[in-house]
C-alpha cells in the first residue's frame, strides 16, 4: 500500500508537466493509476470475505509508537474500491467535460489525483495518526478544488467554508484521537477496535472523534457547507461530494460501531442527528430549482441516513450499512455526472429553462432514471435491496425492546418518502417537457462523455439481482460487530414488514410528488432566518468584528509601543525568574584576552551611537558594526564557520536595509522629536540588564555533563564529516534545519505578496533582445551608445555588464561594472566550493546559498533589474520550491528503505588522483539548503529592488528613456 501511495504522490507531481503535452489527454493517463490500483483491490477480495486482512508496516516514529501501518479487510476494501473505481471514472469524465483552454488544467488534474490518493490511504491506514493525517490531507485538498475557479467569489468562499468547517471538526476530532490513543496504549486502529477501552476519558475522546465525522459528512449543524461546494466543477462534486471524500466520518464511524457503539453518548448523537439530517436535507432539497443543488442537498439527506445505520451498532444495521454506502455512491456519483453533461449541452442547470431534453437525450435519461429509482428505493435496484435491509434492522431492533430502533426506523422511513419526492422531482425538472417551453437545444456530445456515469448506473442495476455475489464479503464486516442477527442481502425476501414499508414509501412518495405545489407553499411559510448557512455567515461577521475591535484596542500606537510593551513583558517575566535563581557560576571570568575588551566596547559605542543619530543609512551601518562584532569574536574563539556566516548575514541584512530604505526619508523623525525618550533608554538598559544576567545564569546552569565532547567523533562516524557544525545542520540536527528553510520560503512569499500587491508577476524582466542572442560573438558586440559618454556624443566602447546601459548616466559606475564583470565568475565558484567542500571545512549550503546571493546582489546593483534577469533568468519561486523538494524529498524517500525520516545514506569510493570519496543524501539535502537561501536573495531581490524600481519608474512623469527599451545591449 505504501508504494501506492508514493505512485499516487509521483504521478501528482509529475501531471502538470504531462498536461503541457497531452492537454485532455492526460485525463486517460493517471486514470489508469486509480484503475488499476482497483484492479488490485478485486484480487484481495477473497482474502477479505474470510474474515482476514491484508496488511503492512513502515516503522516511523517508533517513540511515539506511530507506524506507516495500512490494513485492508472488508470495510476498507469496500471504500477502496469505490475510491479508486469511482475515481478512475470521473477521471476519464474530465476528459470530456473540460475544455483544452481550462484554467489551471494541470494543477487540477494533479490535486484531483492526489486526492484520490489521499483517500485511499486514509481507508487502507490501520495507524490512528496517519489516517488523522490523510483525513487533514484530504481537507486541505478540497479547498483546492471547491476553489478552482479562483476568479470566482462564490468558489472562494465556498472553499473557505468548507476547510473552516471541515478542519474546525478535524481538530477537535485530533484531541479525541489522541486520548483514545493515550488510553488504549497503541495507535493501531485495529487493535483499539478489538479491545476497546472504557472510562470517562473514552467516551470524551469517541465523542470528540464523533465531531470531525460529523463535520466531515456534513451532519447537522455542519451540513451547510456541502451545498455551497457546489461552485466547484461538477466532476468535483460527484466525487468528492457524493463518492469519496464525505464518505470519510461514515467510514469511520463505521470503523469504530464494532468496538464502541455503546459508548455513552453515541447513539442519541448519531441517531437524533442523523435522523435531523436527513429531513432537513430531503425538505431542502425540494425547494431547490438548480439540479445540482437538487443533488446537493439530497446528498446531505442520504449522509444523514447513512449515518444513522452504520452507527446503529448491530450486526444486520452494519450490513445495511455498507449496502447502502455502496448503493449512494453509485447511484448519487452517476447523477452528479448526468447533471454536468446536462449543463454542458443546454448550458443551463436550472430546470425551469429546461424542456425535452429526456426525448433529445434519451440514453442520458435512461441513465438518470436508473440511477433515480436506486435512490428511491425502487426493485430491482441496489438501492432498493440496501433501504429494505435498512428497515428490516431497525424493524427488528425496536420489535427486540430498543426504543432507538423505533426512533431510527420512524426518521428513516420519513425521510425516504421525502427522497422519493425529490427523486421524482430532479428526474422530471431534468427530463420532462413543457407545454410552455420550446424544447431546449442540446449542443453535441460524444458518446463517451456518457460513458462513466453509463457505466455507475449499470453497476447500481446489475448489482441488485446480483447482490447475493456481494453478500458474503460484506458478511464479513457485519459479523465483527455485536448484537445478532443473521440477516443476509437478497433482492427478494418474500412478503415481509420491511417490503410493505418500502411501497408505503414509495406511495406517499409519489403522493409528495404530486401534490408538490401545496408543498411549495407550505415551505415558502418557513421563516428564511431558521438557515445554517446564514449562522455561519453571523458567526464568521461576529469573529472578524470581534477581532477587530480586540485589535483597536490592544495596537492603539505605533511601533515604538508595541516593542516597549513586549519589551517590559520580557523584562518582568524573565527579571522575576533571574531574581529567584539560585543557579549562578562559581566564578565569572569578565575577559579571557584584552581583544575581547576593545571588540565589546566598539560593539557598545556602535549600538549607543545607532540609537542616537539622525539618519537612517547611518544607523544600519552602525547596527551592521554590532554584526560585525561578533563575526570577530566568533572567529578568535576558533569558530570559522559561525564567524563566515556571521559575516555573510550581516552583509545581506544591510544591503536588504539599504533596499528598504531607498523608499523613506533619509532622516530619522524629521517631523517630530521622538517622545518618552528616557522611558526608551531605561527600557532599553532593563532590557541589556537580564539579558547579561540571563546570560551568566546559564553559564552556571548545567549539571549533566556537555554533549559537546561527543560531536567530533558522531561527526565523523555517523555523520561522514570533520566539519561539526556542518554536519550537526544537515545530519545530526537535520530536522531543525528544515523547519529554517521553510521559514526562509515563507519570509520571501510575505515580502513578496508586500510589494506585488495587484499580483506577482512571474516574468522574470529582461532585455527585450537578449533571448534572441545565441552566439558569443554577438555577445561581445561593440555598438555606439550615445548614453555611455558624459558629453552626450556616440562613442564605442565595451559593454561591462549585459544590461549596464538601462542604467541612468547618473547612476552608473563603469570601475563597478568591472570589478563585477571580473569578481562574479569566481563568487560563484567559491559558493559551489563552500556548499561541496563544507561537510569536510568551513563552508556548507548556507553559507554558499550566501556567497552566491551577494554576488547576484553586486549585479543588481551595478546593472539594475534587467541585470539581475540577465543573471537569472528563472522564477526564484522555483528555485525555492526545488531546494524544499530536494531538502524534504531527503527526509521522505528514507522512509521507503524501512528507515526513519531524514536518516542519511552514503556512498564512499577511491577515486583516481581525488583519493577517498564519501558522498551522502546529506549532500543533496545541503544543496537544497543552498537553492532555498539563493532564491530567498532572489526573491528580495525582486521585491525590495526590482519591483520597487519598476514602482518608482511607473511614478515618474518622464522615465528614463532607457529604462524600459534596454537600446541595442552587448555583452
Same mark, same amino acid.
Given at each position: 500500500m505504501a508504494t501506492i501511495l508514493l505512485t499516487f504522490a509521483a504521478l501528482s507531481a509529475? *501531471?502538470?508537466?504531462?498536461?503541457?503535452?497531452?492537454?485532455?489527454?492526460?485525463?486517460?493517463?493517471?486514470?489508469?493509476?486509480?484503475?488499476?490500483?482497483?484492479?488490485?483491490?478485486?484480487?484481495?477480495?477473497?482474502?477479505?470475505?474470510?474474515? @482476514?486482512?491484508?496488511?503492512?508496516?513502515?516503522?516511523?516514529?517508533?517513540?511515539?509508537?506511530?507506524?506507516?501501518?495500512?490494513?485492508?479487510?472488508?470495510?476498507?476494501?469496500?471504500?477502496?474500491?469505490?475510491?479508486?473505481?469511482?475515481?478512475?471514472?470521473?477521471?476519464?469524465?474530465?476528459?470530456?467535460?473540460?475544455?483544452?483552454?481550462?484554467?489551471?488544467?494541470?494543477?487540477?488534474?494533479?490535486?484531483?489525483?492526489?486526492?484520490?490518493?489521499?483517500?485511499?490511504?486514509?481507508?487502507?491506514?490501520?495507524?490512528?495518526?496517519?489516517?488523522?493525517?490523510?483525513?487533514?490531507?484530504?481537507?486541505?485538498?478540497?479547498?483546492?478544488?471547491?476553489?478552482?475557479?479562483?476568479?470566482?467569489?462564490?468558489?472562494?468562499?465556498?472553499?473557505?467554508?468548507a476547510l473552516l468547517v471541515t478542519t474546525f471538526g478535524g481538530l477537535i476530532m485530533?484531541?479525541?484521537?489522541?486520548?483514545?490513543?493515550?488510553?488504549?496504549?497503541?495507535?493501531?486502529?485495529?487493535?483499539?477496535?478489538a479491545d476497546p477501552v472504557t472510562g470517562p476519558a473514552t467516551t470524551w475522546s469517541v465523542l470528540l472523534i464523533l465531531v470531525g465525522a460529523l463535520s466531515k459528512s456534513a451532519l447537522v449543524p455542519f451540513h451547510f457547507w456541502l451545498p455551497a461546494a457546489m461552485a466547484a466543477p461538477t466532476p468535483v462534486s460527484a466525487y468528492l461530494h457524493a463518492a469519496a471524500m464525505v464518505k470519510a466520518g461514515i467510514y469511520l464511524v463505521a470503523r469504530l460501531a464494532p468496538g464502541y457503539a455503546d459508548t455513552p453518548g453515541w447513539m442519541p448523537v448519531l441517531v437524533t442527528l442523523g435522523v435531523v439530517t436527513m429531513l432537513?436535507?430531503?425538505?431542502?432539497?425540494?425547494?431547490?430549482?438548480?439540479?445540482?443543488?437538487?443533488?446537493?442537498?439530497?446528498?446531505?439527506?442520504?449522509?444523514?441516513?447513512?449515518?444513522?445505520?452504520?452507527?446503529?451498532?448491530?450486526?444486520?444495521?452494519?450490513?445495511?450499512?455498507?449496502?447502502?454506502?455502496?448503493?449512494?455512491?453509485?447511484?448519487?456519483?452517476?447523477?452528479?455526472?448526468?447533471?454536468?453533461?446536462?449543463?454542458?449541452?443546454?448550458?443551463?442547470?436550472?430546470?425551469?429553462?429546461?424542456?425535452?431534453?429526456?426525448?433529445?437525450?434519451?440514453?442520458?435519461?435512461?441513465?438518470?432514471?436508473?440511477?433515480?429509482?436506486?435512490?428511491?428505493?425502487?426493485?430491482?435496484?441496489?438501492?432498493?435491496?440496501?433501504?429494505?435491509?435498512?428497515?428490516?434492522?431497525?424493524?427488528?431492533?425496536?420489535?427486540?425492546?430498543?426504543?432507538?430502533?423505533?426512533?431510527?426506523?420512524?426518521? *428513516?422511513?420519513?425521510?425516504?418518502?421525502?427522497?422519493?419526492?425529490?427523486?421524482?422531482?430532479?428526474?422530471?425538472?431534468?427530463?420532462?417537457?413543457r407545454v410552455s417551453?420550446?424544447?431546449?437545444?442540446?449542443?453535441?456530445?460524444?458518446?463517451?462523455?456518457?460513458?462513466?456515469?453509463?457505466?455507475?448506473?449499470?453497476?447500481?442495476?446489475?448489482?441488485?439481482?446480483?447482490?447475493?455475489?456481494?453478500?458474503?464479503?460484506?458478511?464479513?464486516?457485519?459479523?465483527?460487530?455485536?448484537?445478532?442477527?443473521?440477516?443476509?442481502?437478497?433482492?427478494?425476501?418474500?412478503?415481509?414488514?420491511?417490503?410493505?414499508?418500502?411501497?408505503?414509501?414509495?406511495?406517499?412518495?409519489?403522493?409528495?410528488?404530486?401534490?408538490?405545489?401545496?408543498?411549495?407553499?407550505?415551505?415558502?411559510?418557513?421563516?428564511?432566518?431558521?438557515?445554517?448557512?446564514?449562522?455561519?455567515?453571523?458567526?464568521v461577521r461576529g469573529i472578524d468584528r470581534a477581532a477587530a475591535r480586540i485589535t483597536h484596542f490592544a495596537q492603539q500606537g505605533g511601533l515604538p509601543q508595541y516593542l516597549s510593551t513586549i519589551l517590559?513583558?520580557?523584562?518582568?517575566?524573565?527579571?522575576?525568574?533571574?531574581?529567584?535563581?539560585?543557579?549562578?557560576?562559581?566564578?565569572?571570568?569578565?575577559?579571557?584576552?584584552?581583544?575581547?575588551?576593545?571588540?565589546?566596547?566598539?560593539?557598545?559605542?556602535?549600538?549607543?551611537?545607532?540609537?542616537?543619530?539622525?539618519?537612517?543609512?547611518?544607523?544600519?551601518?552602525?547596527?551592521?558594526?554590532?554584526?560585525?562584532g561578533l563575526v570577530a569574536f566568533f572567529a578568535f574563539h576558533g569558530a570559522p564557520d559561525l564567524a563566515l556566516t556571521q559575516a555573510l548575514v550581516e552583509t545581506m541584512t544591510i544591503v536588504v536595509f539599504v533596499l528598504v530604505l531607498r523608499r523613506l526619508p533619509q532622516k530619522i523623525a524629521q517631523h517630530s522629536r521622538p517622545m518618552h525618550r528616557r522611558r526608551r533608554v531605561l527600557i532599553g538598559v532593563l532590557v541589556?540588564?537580564?539579558?547579561?544576567?540571563?546570560?551568566?545564569?546559564?553559564?552556571?546552569?548545567?549539571?549533566?555533563?556537555?554533549?559537546?565532547?561527543?560531536?567530533?567523533?558522531?561527526?565523523?562516524?555517523?555523520?561522514?564529516?570533520?566539519?561539526?557544525?556542518?554536519?550537526?545542520?544537515?545530519?545530526?540536527?537535520?530536522?531543525?534545519?528544515?523547519?529554517?528553510?521553510?521559514?526562509?520560503?515563507?519570509?520571501?512569499? @510575505?515580502?513578496?505578496?508586500?510589494?506585488?500587491?495587484?499580483?506577482?508577476?512571474?516574468?522574470?524582466?529582461?532585455?527585450?533582445?537578449?533571448?534572441?542572442?545565441?552566439?558569443l560573438p554577438h555577445r561581445r558586440k561593440v555598438v555606439a551608445d550615445p548614453a555611455a559618454s558624459s558629453e552626450g556624443h556616440a562613442v564605442t566602447r565595451q559593454s561591462w555588464l549585459l544590461a549596464g546601459r538601462t542604467v541612468a548616466e547618473k547612476d552608473r559606475s563603469i570601475m563597478l561594472e568591472v570589478l563585477v564583470r571580473l569578481l562574479f565568475y569566481p563568487a560563484m565558484i567559491v559558493s559551489v566550493y563552500l556548499l561541496i567542500a563544507g561537510h569536510n571545512a568551513p563552508g556548507g549550503g548556507f553559507a554558499g546559498g550566501l556567497i552566491a546571493g551577494l554576488a547576484l546582489v553586486s549585479r543588481y546593483l551595478a546593472g539594475g533589474r534587467y541585470e539581475l534577469g540577465e543573471a537569472v533568468p528563472v522564477d526564484p519561486g522555483k528555485i525555492l520550491g526545488l531546494g524544499i523538494v530536494l531538502a524534504v524529498g531527503m527526509a521522505v524517500v528514507s522512509l521507503f528503505f524501512s528507515g526513519i525520516p531524514l536518516e542519511s545514506a552514503y556512498f564512499e569510493t577511491t577515486v583516481p588522483v581525488l583519493g577517498p570519496l564519501s558522498f551522502g543524501t546529506s549532500t543533496i539535502f545541503d544543496i537544497g539548503v543552498y537553492l532555498v537561501v539563493v532564491g530567498l536573495v532572489l526573491d528580495i531581490l525582486r521585491s525590495l529592488g526590482s519591483e520597487v524600481d519598476r514602482q518608482q519608474e511607473a511614478g515618474e512623469t518622464e522615465p528614463h528613456p532607457q529604462s524600459e527599451q534596454g537600446a541595442v545591449v552587448a555583452g
Open positions: 509529475l *501531471t502538470p508537466i504531462l498536461t503541457r503535452w497531452l492537454s485532455l489527454r492526460v485525463f486517460y493517463v493517471i486514470a489508469l493509476l486509480p484503475a488499476t490500483v482497483f484492479g488490485y483491490t478485486l484480487t484481495q477480495t477473497r482474502a477479505v470475505s474470510t474474515g @482476514g486482512a491484508i496488511t503492512e508496516s513502515v516503522p516511523w516514529i517508533p517513540a511515539l509508537g506511530i507506524s506507516l501501518s495500512f490494513r485492508v479487510d472488508t470495510l476498507a476494501w469496500l471504500l477502496a474500491l469505490v475510491v479508486t473505481g469511482v475515481g478512475a471514472l470521473v477521471l476519464v469524465y474530465c476528459a470530456r467535460y473540460f475544455s483544452a483552454d481550462e484554467p489551471a488544467l494541470g494543477r487540477f488534474a494533479a490535486v484531483l489525483l492526489a486526492f484520490a490518493g489521499a483517500m485511499y490511504g486514509l481507508v487502507t491506514s490501520d495507524d490512528i495518526v496517519v489516517m488523522f493525517i490523510f483525513w487533514e490531507i484530504t481537507s486541505v485538498l478540497s479547498y483546492i478544488l471547491i476553489g478552482h475557479y479562483t476568479f470566482k467569489r462564490a468558489s472562494r468562499g465556498a472553499a473557505l467554508q485530533l484531541i479525541g484521537v489522541v486520548i483514545l490513543a493515550v488510553e488504549a496504549g497503541t495507535t493501531s486502529l485495529a487493535a483499539i477496535v432537513v436535507g430531503a425538505w431542502r432539497s425540494l425547494r431547490q430549482y438548480d439540479l445540482k443543488l437538487v443533488l446537493a442537498y439530497g446528498t446531505v439527506s442520504q449522509l444523514g441516513f447513512l449515518m444513522v445505520v452504520v452507527g446503529f451498532g448491530t450486526r444486520d444495521a452494519a450490513l445495511a450499512g455498507v449496502a447502502l454506502l455502496l448503493a449512494h455512491a453509485l447511484y448519487k456519483s452517476a447523477l452528479f455526472l448526468t447533471v454536468g453533461i446536462i449543463d454542458h449541452r443546454a448550458g443551463t442547470r436550472d430546470w425551469r429553462q429546461l424542456s425535452g431534453v429526456g426525448r433529445n437525450a434519451p440514453v442520458l435519461a435512461v441513465i438518470a432514471l436508473l440511477s433515480v429509482a436506486s435512490m428511491a428505493g425502487i426493485p430491482p435496484l441496489l438501492g432498493f435491496v440496501a433501504k429494505e435491509s435498512v428497515f428490516t434492522a431497525f424493524l427488528e431492533a425496536g420489535l427486540a425492546g430498543d426504543g432507538w430502533g423505533w426512533v431510527a426506523l420512524v426518521g *428513516t422511513v420519513v425521510g425516504s418518502v421525502l427522497t422519493v419526492a425529490y427523486s421524482a422531482r430532479f428526474f422530471w425538472g431534468a427530463f420532462g417537457t417551453l420550446a424544447d431546449t437545444a442540446l449542443h453535441p456530445a460524444r458518446w463517451d462523455f456518457q460513458l462513466a456515469p453509463g457505466l455507475l448506473a449499470v453497476a447500481t442495476l446489475l448489482l441488485g439481482p446480483l447482490v447475493f455475489l456481494l453478500d458474503p464479503v460484506l458478511v464479513s464486516y457485519a459479523d465483527t460487530v455485536p448484537g445478532g442477527g443473521d440477516y443476509h442481502l437478497a433482492l427478494w425476501h418474500g412478503f415481509e414488514p420491511a417490503l410493505a414499508l418500502s411501497a408505503v414509501v414509495l406511495l406517499l412518495g409519489a403522493v409528495l410528488f404530486w401534490k408538490r405545489p401545496g408543498v411549495a407553499r407550505l415551505q415558502g411559510t418557513v421563516p428564511a432566518y431558521i438557515d445554517a448557512g446564514q449562522g455561519y455567515g453571523s458567526t517590559v513583558v520580557f523584562v518582568l517575566a524573565l527579571g522575576c525568574a533571574a531574581f529567584v535563581n539560585r543557579s549562578w557560576p562559581e566564578e565569572v571570568v569578565l575577559w579571557d584576552y584584552p581583544g575581547q575588551v576593545v571588540i565589546a566596547l566598539i560593539m557598545g559605542v556602535a549600538a549607543v551611537m545607532a540609537a542616537r543619530v539622525g539618519e537612517r543609512i547611518t544607523a544600519v551601518l552602525l547596527a551592521g558594526v554590532t554584526g560585525y541589556g540588564a537580564v539579558m547579561g544576567t540571563i546570560g551568566v545564569i546559564a553559564l552556571g546552569a548545567r549539571e549533566a555533563p556537555s554533549i559537546a565532547a561527543e560531536l567530533p567523533r558522531l561527526a565523523v562516524e555517523e555523520g561522514h564529516g570533520r566539519n561539526i557544525v556542518n554536519v550537526m545542520l544537515v545530519d545530526i540536527r537535520a530536522w531543525d534545519t528544515m523547519g529554517e528553510i521553510s521559514v526562509l520560503i515563507v519570509v520571501a512569499t @510575505g515580502v513578496a505578496s508586500l510589494l506585488f500587491v495587484s499580483g506577482r508577476n512571474a516574468v522574470v524582466p529582461r532585455l527585450r533582445d537578449s533571448r534572441k542572442r545565441r552566439s
